[in-house]
């Protein structure tokens, strides 16, 4: 594997797992505001 494809290959994985990160974080944060949405219409 030359060096350049390689370079290109780990740029690309740390690429994807940030943006894999980025959109896990994402989906727990609107979970956790619709959770916490729905227990305060539980309150009222």
Request: proline share 0%; net charge neutral.
């Amino acid at each position: 594997m030359s060096d350049g494809l390689f370079a290109a290959f780990d740029i690309g994985l740390v690429f994807a797992l940030a943006l894999g990160i980025g959109l896990w974080q994402l989906i727990a944060v609107r979970r956790s505001i619709r959770r916490d949405r729905a227990q305060g219409d539980d309150r009222e």
